[in-house]
């Protein structure tokens, strides 16, 4: 199915995901390398290090303290969550940090899955393009369950991320 923009934004909206940016994309039928999944395997621990910029998104996700942790020291990625790519790499993408998100796996990733797969036909398709590493719906943004939990785990965060610095 051939979309433009304002149907892309619209059939987002009806996946729940009504503030998802999207971009405009030709797909490159590419080849992958032999050893992409090591390749990505890598990028992968790179990337979850990387999400200490991401403390304030991943506290709102409310995720029991130790999934927090691990997630935020780059140990492990906890059930329910995907790492994306915004351009898939079978269709010319990077294999890059800068080409990753995170987001729920159900319902968001699924969801995204039938929003690319819906357009597999069209010359042009339209990508999901969150602007920030951890993508969550702005129906999320609510925090944990009573008294402050964000800032809790916000706090918490800064002070592993200190100590971390002193290994």
């Known amino acids: 199915m051939q979309l433009n923009e304002h149907s892309a934004l619209q059939r987002l909206v009806s996946l729940g995901m009504d503030d998802m940016p999207v971009m405009e994309y030709t797909p490159?039928?590419?080849?992958?390398?032999?050893?992409?999944?090591?390749k990505y395997s890598e990028l992968r621990r790179e990337f979850l290090s990387s999400l200490t910029d991401s403390m304030e998104e991943i506290a709102f996700m409310n995720l029991p303290q130790d999934e927090f942790v691990n997630l935020i020291m780059g140990k492990s990625l906890p059930d329910n969550l995907s790492?994306?790519?915004?351009?898939?790499?079978?269709?010319?993408?990077?294999?890059?940090?800068?080409n990753m998100f995170l987001c729920w796996t159900f319902p968001h990733s699924y969801n995204l899955d039938r929003f690319i797969i819906e357009q597999?036909?069209?010359?042009?398709i339209f990508l999901p393009n969150p602007e920030k590493k951890v993508y969550l719906t702005t129906h999320s943004g609510g925090g944990g369950d009573g008294g402050n939990a964000s800032s809790d785990r916000l706090s918490q965060?800064?002070?592993?991320?200190?100590d971390r610095g002193n290994e």
Not at 120 to 124: F, I, L
Not at 157 to 162: K, L, N, P, R
């Open 28 to 38: 490159i039928s590419c080849k992958l390398d032999s050893e992409w999944f090591k």
């Open 83 to 98: 790492i994306r790519f915004r351009i898939p790499i079978i269709w010319g993408g990077k294999l890059s940090t800068d």
């Open 120 to 124: 597999s036909d069209a010359k042009t």
């Open 157 to 162: 965060a800064a002070f592993m991320m200190s």
